[in-house]
C-alpha cells in the first residue's frame, strides 16, 4: 500500500550566480529552464507513480517549492506545477502553498500568477541589507531589493510573508547584525527565519578559509548574534517557535512542521529528500543526472536508508527539542530526566514539566543536548 501524503516539496534548480557559502543542488543560468524543469517533474511523478511507495493525497496540506531560485523560473511556474499535481488536490482552504523568491527575480507578473495559480505565501532570501556584505556572498540584490520585493508582493495580494536572514558572518565584513535586525522588522512580515552561516567544503567560501583569507566567525559572536535576534524579534511579538524560526501568530510554517513531526512528505526534483516511514530516500543531486534519469522513465533516487529504532530514538528526541512544542516529560525514563536536570541547573531550559521545552541558550547547544538525552534513553 503506498503511503498517502499530504506535504510535497518540490526543488527548483537554477540560480543566476551561486552564492559563495551554498552547496545546495543548483545550476547556475540566467534563466530558469521552465520547459525543462516541468518536464522533469512530470516525469518523476510518472515515476514515482510506478513505484507506488507514495500517493499524492486527494488534498494537499502543504506544497513548498524552494531552491535554487524558484523565481527565476518566471510568472508561468506555480500555474504548471499546478497542472502537474493536479489542480483539484490544491483547492483546500487551508491548503499553505509557500513558494521562495529572490528579491532581484520577484517582478509584478511573477507575484501576480503565482498568487493566481495558488500560492499564497512567499518567503524571500534577504540574508543581509549590508551592501558589501551582499555583494561578498554573492547575492544580486542590493539593501533595497528585500524592501522592493515585499512591496510587489502585498500589492499582488501575497500577505503571507517569510524573509530569511543570515548571522554569523565573518567579523572583517563589519555587517551591523542589530541594523539587520531592524532592518527585517521594519519590513513587518510575519515569519522570519534565521540562518547561522556554515563553511560547507567544495565552496568557494571554505577555499577561502583554507586559504587564511576568510576566518569563520566565532563562537561567542555567533552566539551573541543569535541571542540578539532572539531578543529582538521576541520583543517585536513574534513567537520564537523552532530553533531558526519566528512567527507571529497563527504564521508558523506549516510545511516545516510536518519534517519536525515525523509525518510522510514527498520531495521532487534533484536532491529532494522524501520520506514514508520507515524509508527515507533522497535523489540524484545533480540537474543533469536527474533530468536524463526521469527522462529514460526511471526513479532518480540515490540512495535510500531505512531508518531503524536507534536511529529513529535520536531523531525522535533531536526533532521534539528543537521545535517550541519540546518532548513529553512522560517519555523520559529516570536517567533521561536526571539529564534534564542538569540542563535547568546550567539554564538551558524554558520548561520541563509537562514538556521538555529548550530556550535560547539550549537551542545553542541543540544538537550536543539531543545526543546526551539519546544516550541516557540506554542509560
Ligand atoms: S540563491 Fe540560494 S540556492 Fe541559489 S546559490 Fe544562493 S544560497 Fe544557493
Redesign the pocket.
Known amino acids: 500500500m503506498p503511503t498517502q501524503v499530504s506535504s510535497v516539496y518540490v526543488h527548483a534548480p537554477f ?1 543566476a ?3 559563495n ?2 552547496d ?1 543542488a ?1 545550476q547556475v543560468r540566467k534563466e530558469g529552464d521552465l520547459e525543462g524543469w516541468r518536464d522533469a517533474i512530470a516525469g518523476e511523478l510518472r515515476a514515482v507513480q510506478e513505484e507506488g511507495l507514495f500517493a499524492l493525497a486527494p488534498s494537499l496540506a502543504t506544497l513548498y517549492v524552494g ?3 524558484p523565481s527565476l523560473l518566471g510568472a508561468g511556474a506555480m500555474s504548471a506545477l499546478a497542472a502537474l499535481l493536479g489542480p483539484e488536490r490544491l483547492r483546500a482552504p487551508h491548503l499553505e502553498w509557500t513558494a521562495e523568491a ?1 528579491p532581484e527575480s520577484l517582478t509584478t507578473e511573477v507575484a501576480e500568477q503565482w498568487r493566481r495559480a495558488g500560492v499564497n505565501r512567499l518567503s524571500l ?1 534577504a540574508q543581509t541589507f549590508h551592501g558589501p556584505t551582499l555583494s561578498w556572498m ?2 544580486m540584490h542590493g539593501p533595497d531589493g528585500p524592501a522592493r520585493a515585499i512591496g510587489i508582493a502585498r500589492e499582488s495580494g501575497l500577505t503571507n510573508l517569510s524573509v530569511d536572514l543570515m548571522f554569523g558572518l565573518p567579523r572583517r565584513l563589519e555587517r551591523d547584525w542589530t541594523a539587520d535586525l531592524e532592518g527585517v522588522l521594519a519590513l513587518d512580515v510575519p515569519h522570519v527565519s534565521l540562518y547561522g552561516l556554515t563553511v560547507e567544503s567544495g565552496t568557494p567560501l571554505a577555499r577561502a578559509v583554507v586559504a587564511g583569507k576568510e576566518i569563520p566567525v566565532d563562537d561567542e559572536m555567533y552566539r551573541d548574534e543569535y541571542l540578539l535576534a532572539v531578543e529582538m524579534l521576541g520583543a517585536a511579538g513574534y513567537e520564537h517557535y523552532e530553533v531558526s524560526n519566528f512567527a507571529r501568530p497563527g504564521f508558523a510554517s506549516r510545511h516545516n512542521t510536518a519534517y519536525w513531526d515525523g509525518s510522510a512528505y514527498l520531495g521532487l526534483g534533484n536532491g529532494s529528500h522524501s520520506y514514508a516511514d520507515p524509508v527515507r530516500r533522497w535523489n540524484l543531486a545533480d540537474w543533469d543526472d536527474y533530468r536524463t534519469t526521469v527522462a529514460a522513465g526511471l526513479l532518480p533516487e540515490a540512495e535510500r536508508e531505512e531508518i531503524g529504532p536507534t536511529e529513529r530514538g535520536l531523531e525522535r528526541v533531536w526533532l521534539g527539542l528543537r521545535t517550541g512544542e519540546g518532548l513529553p516529560v512522560e517519555d523520559l525514563n529516570h536517567e533521561q530526566r536526571q539529564r534534564v536536570a542538569r540542563w535547568v541547573t546550567e539554564g538551558w531550559t524554558a520548561s520541563v514539566e509537562p514538556r521538555v521545552r529548550l530556550n535560547a541558550q539550549g537551542w545553542l547547544l541543540l544538537d550536543r543536548l539531543a545526543v546526551d538525552l539519546d544516550s541516557g534513553a540506554v542509560g
Open positions: 540560480c550566480r551561486r552564492c557559502y551554498c545546495f543548483v531552491g535554487g531560485t529572490n532570501g554573492g547575492r
